[in-house]
């Protein structure tokens, strides 16, 4: 690979479809329309990333505002369109935390969120450039040759290590501003102790039963 073919993947990337506040109706929307209007502007991977399950799943989870009747409206589409960008570093859990963090004041809403939306959509166009400084800077700074394979082996695990960082500085920027409340850790802990006890219990019974038809079979044995 060299440094054009590069520069071709970084671009890809930085412009995959987008969808503006914009080009979202005012009217709300039923479900198998707000997919077709993904797919519309986001294409096959807007597709694979938002379907009929997750949003539903969004809505029971709390992820977005509570939905009236069938119909969605543009603040939740565009709140699905966040948690389509950021699914692929946050957790669901760390998402409804920064949304809720948000939302708590009672001042933020449709108007607000746009704007933020937006504005998110701009810096991430511009993230491209950013990226392809980014990815320059190592391979000049460590002197790797992207045509040699190694070396663009060491780049990708570079740019990995780079990810793993800005991933790591926003939980700990989430984790500041909107601690998990205590009673949801408690829930947390108590539901993953109860996991444990069901897996133990179920390895205990199996166990047992083991046990027992081995103890039959030799009894049987001992009969015969």
Known sequence: ?????????????????????????????YLD???TLFSAHLGEKGQAGLTKTMINNYSKDGLIKPVKGKKYSKEHILQMML???????????????????IYSDGTFGENELTDCYERFLKVRTENGKICRDISKKIAEKQGLD????????VLGLSLVSVSEMLKNIVLEMINA??????PQKNAEAEKE????KKSADKT?????????????????????
């Open 1 to 29: 690979m060299n440094e054009a073919e590069l520069d071709i993947i970084i671009k890809k990337c930085a412009e995959e479809g987008q969808l503006h506040a914009h080009d979202i109706p005012s009217l709300d929307l």
């Open 33 to 35: 329309q707000i997919l």
């Open 83 to 101: 948690i389509y960008y950021l699914k692929g570093v946050l957790s669901i859990g760390d998402i409804k935390r920064l949304f809720d963090g």
């Open 146 to 153: 992207i045509e040699n394979d190694y070396d663009l082996f």
């Open 177 to 182: 501003k909107y601690p998990t409340p205590l």
């Open 193 to 196: 102790k109860k996991a444990k």
């Open 204 to 224: 205990d019974k199996e166990k047992a039963e083991k046990e027992a038809k081995t103890k039959a079979e030799e009894n049987t044995g001992n009969e015969e």
